[in-house]
């Protein structure tokens, strides 16, 4: 009777001892991966937005009615995303007027922003599925479906003086 109890005893502490240290090992995998996985995100996302910048500028020097789709898949987390226009900054003694795309998004649970500007500071863009707050100077996208998760598909497309950016459905 004594030696079936030392055995049970025995597998009852090995199997706890393993126990614990899968949990320890899972915890630390999971850990890692959800850092990386935001690691992966913002870089998504910044390669979403030097994609889209690029695309501004091309479309911009081809000339009006010269249109490209952008096809990505933004990821999860993704809360805003604005064009911002500054009018008339002081830039070593010459006032210069240039638009931005600011994308605002969550990653380990703090909100982050990234900026994303043409290489030419004279091409102009704006949306056309955008609200303009004229007082901030900024559009901004209001239905969050343009820039929750998933598959998307933005146009850019050359209006002259300007360049467009709206989302295909």
């Known amino acids: 009777m004594y030696k079936k109890t030392q055995s049970s005893l025995e597998f009852l502490m090995i199997f706890g001892i393993g126990f614990t240290i899968i949990l320890i090992l899972s915890g630390i995998f999971f850990t890692y991966f959800n850092e990386e996985k935001d690691t992966l995100d913002s870089k998504h996302i910044e390669n979403i937005g030097n994609e ?7 479309i911009y020097f081809l000339g009006t009615g010269n249109r490209i789709t952008i096809n990505t898949n933004f990821p999860d987390g993704i809360e805003n995303i604005t064009i911002v226009h500054k009018n008339n900054v002081n ?37 056309s599925q955008c609200t303009h707050n004229t007082i901030t100077n900024v559009s901004y996208f209001e239905d969050p479906s343009y820039f ?3 598959n998307k598909k ?10 467009e950016i709206s989302f295909v459905r």
């Open 154 to 163: 933005i146009r850019v497309e050359s209006k002259g003086d300007f360049v």
């Open 52 to 58: 889209i910048t690029k695309n501004v500028e091309k």
């Open 91 to 127: 830039v070593g003694g010459e006032l210069i007027s240039y638009d931005y795309l600011n994308v605002t998004y969550i990653i380990k649970k703090s909100v982050e922003t990234q900026m994303f500007e043409t290489k030419e500071n004279y091409i102009r863009f704006n949306c």
């Open 148 to 150: 929750s998760g998933g």
